[in-house]
Each structure stands twice: as structure tokens, then as C-alpha cells.
């Protein structure tokens, strides 16, 4: 679908939300201060985090994978090992993604690279951005519209800590419609913690028409997956992370978005 109709789709919705069309979420963070400006971070080689990721529909935790820091000699990569997956994140001097990864779907490839996170974060902050997403492993690329949001800073809960974080909400239109369906449509909101230097929590979830399916109340809304990754440990800095081999870093597999949850949740 053209860019100009998924802008059309975003003004939609917007006005949706405004109405207090409510959120899939159900964990969220306790409103608090914090300071107003927050710089991007300095990477470390060898720094490694921990993660789970769980469904958000029965908290069922649905796997475990460890991120690290590493240089390939020609930058910084993040790396992401688990028991099913190996992808890396690459991204700009600035901190742009050029591949992100995504938790259980490998990673999608962006270009112009997505500013999913617009350092430095100012709570008000708004952005919006245009790109291509490409799925290497399947050969589709989609456009790609993104409207973001620096919402406030929360104190939120994971499995490993209570972090005092900035949240961040996108609402991402990917034009991958058809005859049969609507493009779909992602609702994505990232915990970011500056004690950690990543975010410690972030939930997505995404939903499309069905066109072929109707009723008197409209077409049938296509709920997907919901998806919560938690931090488990933020662990240390090591020098190890330089000793991963160059062929493990290109392993990048490519996303299947197969329609995935929600409904937006405004704050206003």
C-alpha cells in the first residue's frame, strides 16, 4: 500500500487514541521524574545482558538469549545468542538500526536504518520517520511508517529488578496489504534504563483486517502474537565478547510478522 494510504491509516488511528481507545498492555510502569535530557550510550566490548521473552497472553515464558557486545574490525555489533536464534543488531554511529533484531523472528533489515529509539530522549519528544524493511530470509521488503513518542519516565518491574526508565511508544503502519487484508499495524513500547544502557523492557504487539471476513460491526480484527521481553541480568564487562567468530555475526535470519496483537494504548 502507497505511503500517502498508510498515512491516511495513521491519522485514523490517532484519532482513535485521542478517543481513549484502550491498550492491549497490562503491565505498566509507576509514573516518576527523572532527568530532562538522556544521551545515547557509550558500548563496551564484551558488556552482555540477559533476556526472556514471554507471551503476554498466558506469561508463559517462551525462551531465554543472551546479547553482547562485540567488534567485528569494522564496528560494534550486538549479538544475540539463544537456543534457537543467532542475529545480530547493526546500526549507525548515531545509533540507528540497520538490522534490529526481534525477539523469536529473527531480524528485518531497514533502510533509510530506523530511529527506533531517537537519542537523546526528551520526555515530549515526537518523531516520525519513513523507511523499507527487508526480510532477507523471504525476500519481501514492505515501506514502512512509524510515528513515535517520548512519554514520561516510569518505574518499572522486571524479572531481575525495579528500573527507573524512560518509556518510549511507537505505533508502526507496514504496508504489506491486500486484496484481502489491511496493512498491518504494530504497537511497540521499549523501557529504556539509563543504569543499564538498553532497555529492560519492551512489549509489541500487532493486528490487520480481515477484509473476507465481515460483519454489521465491520471487518474481523486478526489478533497476532504479544510479545514482552524482560531483562533478566544486565551482567558485566567483559573482553570475551571480541571472541566471537565473524560467521556467527552474519547468521542474520529474517522476521515472519505473522499478524500480531492489540489494541493502542494513549497516554496523555
Avoid at 521473552?53 to 560494534?76: I, K, P
Wanted: charged fraction near 20%.
Amino acid at each position: 500500500m502507497p505511503l500517502r494510504s498508510l498515512a491516511a491509516l495513521a491519522l485514523a488511528s490517532t484519532v482513535l487514541a485521542g478517543c481513549g481507545f484502550r491498550g492491549a498492555y497490562t503491565a505498566h510502569g509507576v509514573a516518576t521524574s527523572g532527568p530532562p535530557i538522556v544521551a545515547k550510550p557509550q558500548l563496551e566490548v564484551g558488556r552482555s545482558w540477559t533476556y526472556r521473552l514471554v507471551n503476554g497472553y498466558n506469561s508463559e515464558e517462551v525462551s531465554r538469549f543472551r546479547e553482547q557486545v562485540v567488534d567485528t574490525g569494522q564496528g560494534l555489533e550486538i549479538a544475540r545468542t539463544g537456543s534457537e536464534e543467532h542475529v545480530t543488531e547493526r546500526f549507525t554511529p548515531d545509533g540507528k538500526w540497520v538490522t534490529k533484531a526481534r525477539p523469536g523472528y529473527g531480524a528485518l533489515e531497514y533502510s533509510p536504518p530506523l530511529e527506533a529509539i531517537p537519542f537523546p530522549l526528551e520526555v515530549g519528544k515526537r518523531w516520525r520517520q519513513r523507511t523499507m524493511s527487508h526480510d532477507r530470509q523471504s525476500g519481501q521488503s514492505y515501506p514502512v511508517l512509524v510515528y513515535g513518542r517520548v512519554v514520561r519516565w516510569e518505574r518499572i518491574q522486571t524479572e531481575g529488578s525495579a528500573y527507573h526508565a524512560v518509556r518510549i511508544d511507537r505505533h508502526v503502519f507496514i504496508g504489506d496489504g491486500d486484496f484481502w487484508k489491511t496493512d498491518t499495524q504494530v504497537w511497540e513500547t521499549d523501557w529504556y534504563a539509563p543504569s543499564v544502557g538498553r532497555v529492560v523492557r519492551s512489549e509489541n504487539t500487532s493486528g490487520y483486517y480481515d477484509l473476507r471476513q465481515t460483519s454489521r460491526a465491520g471487518a474481523l480484527w486478526v489478533k497476532g502474537n504479544w510479545n514482552v521481553l524482560e531483562l533478566v541480568s544486565p551482567g558485566t564487562a567483559s573482553k570475551q565478547g571480541s571472541a566471537l567468530p565473524p560467521s556467527m555475526l552474519q547468521r542474520a535470519t529474517g522476521i515472519h510478522d505473522d499478524g500480531v496483537i492489540a489494541f493502542y494504548n494513549a497516554v496523555n
